[in-house]
């Protein structure tokens, strides 16, 4: 009876080991993990708290600065009675959108020539897609304005549909050319053996199985044309022609003076989209910026 007591004790001994040793090696991973998800999600937090807060409030540094005392949903009323709005938001989709698709189907083309098409230099050619991405747009903006200017383009919203591609365009085909170097080759070459033309192939074998990386370039595309401010500030003139991005520092900032509930109104709002494409597309969009970021 005693012998059984001691290999118990021996045995409950060897499991309060095993799990102090996990702790010791989890818990740091999980306290960085908990402070880089705080740092990134404070913002958001202060801004949403901010929207809910009458201008008093928001200037009134006594009390509980992380909490709202009155709650309250004017800040939103005042932004959807702002004229033009909701023209700011569909322009913003508007533009977003036909960016988007245009700068994936382009870089799709590019990127996989870069990946699958041996010719003479191609290495120079995918290093200068993404040395031109790290170009600053600041160094751009004036000759694409002469350049909208020249086609009398400048000032509508087709000038942002041909401006956003300048800098999505070369992201995106070194992320798609990452991930084409790392899917199959052989299903494609079956494909064109059956008969198949290499295009007909692309379309049926291997943008189907690229749709993870396709879709991450879409992603990251929308997400920078929703957020862009300095072409929509320079490109593009008129109340009707804003997007949310100019739109509404317009309305809500005058020379040294911010509104600043309803600035963080719509700054929540426009976050809802983006927020929404990460949740439902979350697990495909880490595979395809984990795949795209390595080649081989």
């Not at 540094?61 to 309250?72: D, E, I, Q, R, Y």
């Not at 005042?78 to 909701?86: I, S």
């Not at 509104?259 to 109104?265: D, Q």
């Amino acid at each position: 009876m005693a012998e059984s007591t001691a290999i118990q004790l021996k045995r409950r001994q060897g499991l309060v080991a095993v799990v102090l040793r996990r702790l010791r090696g989890e818990v740091p991973f999980y306290l960085l993990l908990l402070l880089v998800s705080f740092l990134l999600l404070f913002p958001f937090y202060w801004g949403f708290i901010t929207s809910l807060k009458f201008e008093k409030e928001i200037f009134d540094f006594t009390g509980n600065l992380l909490w709202v005392k009155n709650p309250s949903l004017a800040n939103y009323q005042t932004l959807f009675k702002t004229p033009r709005f909701f023209i700011w938001l569909r322009n913003t989709m508007l533009v977003s959108t036909v960016t988007t698709v245009l700068s994936v189907i382009v870089s799709i083309m590019a990127g996989y020539s870069i990946a699958r098409l041996k010719f003479r230099g191609v290495t120079a050619a995918s290093v200068i897609v993404f040395v031109t991405y790290l170009a600053p747009k600041g160094l751009l903006f004036v000759p694409l304005a002469q350049i909208l200017n020249d086609w009398n383009l400048l000032g509508g919203l087709p000038a942002l549909m041909i401006t956003y591609p300048t800098f999505l365009i070369p992201f995106c085909t070194w992320l798609l050319s990452g991930y084409f170097s790392n899917v199959p080759v052989e299903p494609e070459e079956c494909a064109m053996i059956d008969g198949a033309s290499r295009i007909g192939a692309i379309i049926r074998v291997t943008l189907p199985m690229a749709w993870p990386g396709i879709l991450t370039a879409a992603i990251f595309s929308f997400t920078l044309s929703w957020n862009e401010l300095l072409y929509s500030l320079a490109f593009v003139r008129g109340e009707e022609n804003r997007l949310l991005t100019n739109g509404v520092m317009s309305a809500f900032a005058r020379s040294d003076i911010y509104f600043w509930g309803p600035l963080m109104a719509a700054s929540t709002l426009a976050s809802v989209p983006v927020a929404l494409l990460y949740f439902l597309f979350m697990d495909r969009f880490v595979g395809g910026i984990t795949a795209g970021a390595t080649k081989g």
